[in-house]
């Protein structure tokens, strides 16, 4: 029997929210109906964040609705930093949320203002209400591996967090190496005992590319049970911490990765990498940080028996 | 007790003989002082092709008494593709070698005008010659994974060429994945029977980067016993088979990924980061392919608690 995989896709969230350039309403939908026909059935589409602070965001009530009136409004998950975030994903009738918290104190305070264990008394708070709608919850743990103002983060300082999140009703934690300074091995000292307490389907990782280990990180969190991997359409959102640098792990790099190992993604890379180029078009030609898409379309313009 | 590889830095031949950037013989003197100054102990410094064709390389024999001034001389690689080159070689005191054939006849044929059995005859006559002047040889085999002309190489297929590689007097066989289209199941399946007849110190593994799987395949290789690992400062390269694509496997990131596995590489990270960005500016300003090396620096630009 092939092995499985889920592949959870952060674009046009995670990814859009740092990008400088602001997309359309319209153009957004497009791009998740794209998604979603190329097999990505898990997409995290929106935030109810606030609108003067990150605009890219400010149209997640309009885009839900739009979304809704599709076949896919109802799988899309929008982020909530907060109970005013629930309130208004509560009005917009949302099915399914992500919330987030830190391992380190600095980037916790500078993200969100909060200590972590206020943060992770919040989640219980947002978890509880959520429960009462029926609301699914998923949960970020950002800089489990390394944080941009503390420096590296031990196993043994990121394990209990995660433990904390996994104790809540969380439906699954997303482990993210939020400036990709995770090694295999560093994945291996988290992973491997978490995965010990946990059932690997409430486990996903978040790896960031920026100096391109993602895919070798993968590798080895699939090795130790892994089976949901987070990724954004064409590496979308940069570095925040290093400009200029890779940021998330792109999605067309990890469903061609598995695909290769002959791992069931569910993903047609086909028509995820044909998403991707008409993306760049609307990101007025950015140019996409995908390794695997840049080959794709090297060879597609001179008829490679590769990738065409 | 730390594990340990060798890094083979393949940039001032394989890379540059596939840039269009001919680079002077005083910086490439330079640059083959700084790599081994960072530590990297076995360089392909050149190669004796016809220069009319390869105008990168036509200062081989010039390089090679440069070098020979220096301390670096006597331990740099030459590339002899047939008996004219290992002519020259002799001619010009040369005391390491390299040879090269590949697994798929189609490459071979446009590659150098010969089927595979040929080349691999060849190959025992330049063997056969160099032992009686004392002179160590080095393999490579391409295509072992995929052809640009054939598609997919199978495993049956590309064992039985390395083994004859391994039953010849060369110190040490490069498996290579020319076009950069090895998984790690791939890898597996060629690596593992290999290892079980051959040592692993004749064993180098020679991943391209192009579709992003160079780190991942380095890993499962190393998780399967290899501890030799080629790869091109800067990326030097691109991939030929695809404009535009990246080629071969960045030093810095191949350097950068086992340092953070704690695997001693004998390479001082950020003397070789140095040294790449000295490259670019010799290169008038070429993007340089690592990811490592970007996220360096921009750490480096605003003093980022990581890599500087």
Known sequence: MKEKIEVFEVGP???LQN???ILSTSDKVALIEELAAAGLNKI?????VRPDRVPQMADSEQLHLELKKRSFGKDAYFLVPNLKGLERAMSAGISHIAVFTAVSESFNRKNIGMTVQESLALIRQIVDTAAQEGIRVRGYVSTVFGC??????????????????????????SIGDTIGVASAK???????????????SRIA?????????????????????????????????GCPFAPGASGNLATEDLVYFFKEMDVETGVDYRALCETSLKLADRMKGRILSS???????????KNSVWDS
């Open 186 to 200: 560093g994945v291996e000292e988290v992973i491997r005992p978490v995965l010990t307490s946990s059932d690997a």
């Open 44 to 48: 995290e589409a929106g935030a109810f």
């Open 19 to 21: 990008e400088r350039l």
């Open 291 to 301: 390794r695997a898409l840049q080959a794709y379309l090297a060879n597609c313009q």
């Open 148 to 173: 941009p103002f503390e420096g590296r983060v031990s196993a043994n300082k990121a394990i209990p967090v995660i433990e904390q999140l996994l104790s809540l009703e969380l439906e699954q934690v």
């Open 205 to 237: 990782v978040h790896f960031h590319d920026t100096r391109g280990t993602a895919l070798a990180n993968a590798l080895r969190s699939f090795e130790l049970g892994v089976r949901t991997f987070d990724s954004s359409i064409g590496g979308l959102g």
């Open 13 to 15: 969230r995670d990814g």
